[in-house]
């Protein structure tokens, strides 16, 4: 901006800087709440008026990775003594750890839907980038008929809803046995986030001069060598800026999952939301269950911030 | 910048002399992500089309018969599916104009020297790369009308955001454009940080009202910029499925993606639910078109 002169200009740059920080404060206030409830004690994560100081606790956590059932009976006071610290907090809440015939702690659902997750993003992102890559290359370095029309056709098929493509895919996994398995979703997800790695890739490769290339050429190297070599390093940067961006997208990806799993391979997004049925859930563990699912992301939108613009737009604005 | 350096087909080049031509190359490149999306996106789909002209039910072993345009006939004679439309269409334009109002006011405010305005972005940012299905799941908790923040912290005593049938689209379409607004102001401000600074020099010096300089200098040249945004959230806006979805179950709120997800999924009217998508499928190409067409139109400057 211009330099502000004027006294009138300074006070209304003083209200514009306000005025930022209180939206950004209320865009904030409803992760800020996610974030608080994961550590309250149950009876005050609904609270009229809302709690918003209170002595934070562990219990949500203890409860998000543990599978409990109600207290028939109250522990005996040896039994409470013998228990570990985690298991004295879900007795305070009127609860029980459920154990094995051999007395082993049984799991919650929680960590399997959150390794399903990370199974899926992660091999869908490695597949969707590579693929990618080399495909972005090749549209930016040679001439090829009908180049816009493909581009387009790569464009659009990420366009389509889900669930029109869930319907067919959901018929033809029934068939061979792809319903309910991690591959089912991999599948799925490297397709969706094939042509958004070929934009975004294309973008970055164009920007990497053709001289380079020719030098190396010249030198000797064949084209693939030219290409390992001399391009992908040069692409090191976009290449991880679209990785992240996929793994977000498959990370966060809800309809496809909520229809072609339901358990063995369900990820996290579909089930957090299973958790609240109709009765009275207990949302400090959900929270707790949400803020671990968000860490990931939250943690990539700040190493991502400087691509975010280019990202958003499938690369069609650069900064 | 953004035309692409072409390599010229050249067999006799002396790269091509050597290990493999980049004929070979090329399609080696390029070939395979084709076959993959021809393969799970555009088989699937003509897979479907075939289903849209029957009466197939998945969940039964009855065979499928043909019936023809049937399906496509009563579903467009059906007046719930246009009410699904129609609610898709008020959904769409509360939240688009929602989210271009709040996105582009917070992109003039931030378009000035602000301390931290680097964090502050990034911190703006993040509702929108959070998990939909999540995030929004918590709203129902925000939007409780007896301990929801939201009714506290706007004196609204118990009223109800997600049970009243007249309220429950606009809180979906509110928790949009919390998500969304962000992304309105980051193409915003990227549009507004390009707009040539001796404009608005040449514009003081002619004493123009700040009036005259927004909608003369200002709104013309962030338009472009400004239009891919709407565009592109309108795409996604008219597929939103998660939100909706998890928030309520109002039938006020039942969008097209809803909808269909309905009938293919719980009613197991499958060869219905195909020709339903096509429908569905016709009007996202049709936007995609626009919105493409634009695209290329904007690089080009």
């Not at chain 1, 003083?14 to 404060?25: D, F, K, P, S």
């Not at chain 1, 907090?89 to 015939?101: N, P, S, Y």
């Not at chain 2, 980051?186 to 123009?208: F, Q, T």
Request: with cysteine.
């Amino acid at each position: 901006m211009a330099a502000v002169r004027t006294s009138g200009e300074v006070a209304l740059n003083r209200v514009a800087i306000a005025a930022v920080i209180v939206i950004t404060l209320v865009f904030l206030a409803p992760i800020y709440w996610i974030a608080s409830t994961a550590f309250k004690p149950r009876n005050l994560a609904t609270t009229i008026p809302p709690t918003v100081l209170f002595q934070p606790e562990v219990s949500p956590w203890v409860k998000l990775f543990t599978k409990r059932s109600q207290l028939r009976t109250q522990p005996t006071p040896e039994e409470y003594e013998a228990a570990p610290w985690w298991e004295r907090i879900v007795f305070d809440g009127g609860e029980k750890v459920v154990r094995d015939g051999r007395g082993n702690v049984q799991w919650s659902a929680y960590p399997d839907r959150f390794m399903n997750s990370l199974i899926v993003a992660i091999t869908s992102t490695v597949l969707a980038v590579g693929m990618g890559t080399f495909t972005a290359y090749g549209f930016s370095r040679f001439k090829m008929k009908g180049e816009a029309d493909l581009l387009f056709f790569i464009l659009s098929t990420r366009m389509l809803p889900p669930v029109v493509v869930a319907i067919p895919m959901f018929l033809m996994y029934r068939m061979v046995g792809l319903n309910d398995t991690h591959w089912g979703l991999i599948i799925l997800y490297t397709a969706f986030n094939l042509s958004f790695s070929v934009w975004l890739m294309k973008g970055f490769i164009d920007e990497i001069p053709k001289e380079y290339e020719e030098a190396a050429l010249v030198d000797g190297y064949t084209r693939m060598q030219a290409f390992f070599k001399v391009v992908l390093p040069e692409a090191a940067t976009g290449i991880a800026a679209t990785a992240v961006f996929c793994f977000i997208t498959a990370w966060n990806e809800y309809a496809f999952a909520l229809i072609m799993t339901n358990r063995r391979a369900q990820t996290a997004p579909p089930f957090i939301p299973s958790q609240v049925g109709s009765g009275l859930p207990d949302w400090t563990v959900i929270a707790a269950g949400t803020v671990l699912f968000l860490l990931p992301v939250a943690i990539f939108t700040f190493l991502l911030r400087n691509h975010l613009l280019r990202g958003m737009s499938f690369g069609a604005i650069r900064k | 910048m953004a035309t692409a350096v072409m390599t010229r087909l050249d067999p006799q080049s002396r790269a091509a002399a050597r290990g493999w031509s980049d004929l070979t190359i090329r399609n080696l490149f390029v070939i395979p992500t084709i076959l993959f999306l021809i393969v799970f996106n555009i088989f699937p789909l003509i897979y479907s089309l075939g289903y849209s002209f029957t009466d197939f039910r998945a969940s039964t072993n009855a065979p499928a018969n043909f019936v023809g345009l049937q399906n496509y006939r009563e579903l467009l004679n059906d007046p719930f599916i246009w009410s699904n439309f129609a609610i898709t269409a008020k959904y769409v334009i509360v939240s688009v104009v929602g989210q271009v109002i709040v996105g582009f006011g917070m992109a003039m405010l931030l378009n000035r020297d602000i301390p931290l305005k680097g964090l502050l972005t990034t911190l703006l940012l993040l509702p929108m790369m959070l998990s939909m299905a999540v995030v929004g799941l918590f709203w129902k908790l925000l939007y409780d009308p007896s301990f929801g923040i939201i009714n506290y912290a706007l004196g609204l005593g118990t009223f109800e955001w997600l049970s009243n049938p007249n309220m429950a689209l606009y809180a979906v379409a509110l928790t949009d454009i919390w998500m969304w607004s962000p992304f309105v102001m980051l193409l915003s401000l990227a549009g507004l940080s390009a707009v040539p600074k001796h404009l608005y020099e040449a514009a003081a010096i002619d004493r123009a009202g700040p009036l005259y300089t927004f909608f003369r200098i200002t709104l013309p040249l962030v338009a472009p910029i400004l239009m891919i945004a709407i565009i592109f959230r309108t795409m996604e806006a008219f597929k939103t499925f998660d939100l909706a979805y998890i928030l309520t179950s109002q039938p006020t709120t039942e969008l097209i993606s809803i909808r269909l997800y309905k009938m293919a999924f719980q009613e197991w009217q499958t060869g219905r639910s195909c020709a339903l998508a096509y429908i569905v499928l016709i009007m996202i190409l049709a936007i995609t078109n626009i919105y493409v067409k634009y695209l290329n139109k904007v690089k080009e400057r």
